[in-house]
Nanobody, 127 residues
Framework: QVQLVESGGGLVQAGGSLRLSCAAS???????????MGWFRQAPGKEREFVAA????????SYADTVKGRFTISRDNAENTVYLQMNSLKPEDTAVYYC?????????????????WGQGTQVTVSS
């Protein structure tokens, strides 16, 4: 069982930046490095969509085309934490952002590929 807690969301003007954090706990039996991690988002009335993913050593990352070049995913395995740095934010980035953990050394870009989810953190970008 893994518990994921996101933080760092909030209200920001278009063009601004936010850094989301996701702290993992209760990883007994498996170390944090056993999990690949992902960020997804869900806007009102829309399906949850892939944003970014990172493998356990942080050597492989993947991004949705809509955020490529603006968002950066990273992880600190010593702190059991994954981050999403979001720059040049746009109003269309407004959504609840979810952190997810996958019991695999490979990354995935679909919600079905993840085993644990956080509660989400709201990001609102004003125009």
């Amino acid at each position: 069982q893994v518990q994921l807690v996101e933080s760092g969301g909030g209200l920001v003007q278009a063009g601004g930046s936010l850094r989301l954090s996701c702290a993992a706990s209760a990883v007994s039996g498996r170390t944090f490095t056993s999990y690949s991690m992902g960020w997804f988002r869900q806007a009102p009335g829309k399906e949850r969509e892939f944003v970014a993913a990172i493998n356990w050593p942080g050597s492989t990352t993947s991004y949705a085309d809509t955020v490529k070049g603006r968002f950066t995913i990273s992880r600190d395995n010593a702190e059991n934490t994954v981050y999403l740095q979001m720059n040049s934010l746009k109003p269309e980035d407004t959504a609840v952002y979810y952190c997810a953990a996958r019991r695999s050394y490979t990354i995935a870009e679909v919600t079905a590929g993840y085993d644990y989810w956080g509660q989400g953190t709201q990001v609102t970008v004003s125009s």
